[in-house]
């Protein structure tokens, strides 16, 4: 089952993996805002998972926080390269 938009306010936080809508709403914009702001290379790609795309939060988070010239947040450990893991487990898959 998919936690739909309603649903967010009855998590304890966000998922860590959001549909479109989600990271749209995450993000404070419209879903279309954010799908032309994924094709202009301003959001991540989504992980693709069968037919169902999702973004990671910590990704949207790592982006936003070089938009807004902060230091990274702690959503995600200093040493970890998620972009990497992603290719490394895309690659694994026949993916990339």
Excluded: H, N
């Amino acid at each position: 089952m998919v936690a739909r938009i309603e649903d967010i306010g009855r998590l304890p936080g966000w998922p860590r993996m959001l549909s479109r809508e989600q990271a749209a709403a995450y993000l404070g914009v419209s879903a279309g805002t954010f799908d032309r702001e994924v094709a202009a290379g301003q959001w991540p790609q989504p992980l693709e998972r069968g037919r169902r795309k999702t973004w990671d939060r910590f990704a949207l988070d790592r982006m936003l926080d070089g938009r807004m010239g902060v230091a990274s947040t702690a959503s995600a450990r200093e040493d970890d390269d998620l972009d990497r893991e992603l290719s490394e487990w895309k690659r694994s898959r026949g993916k990339g």
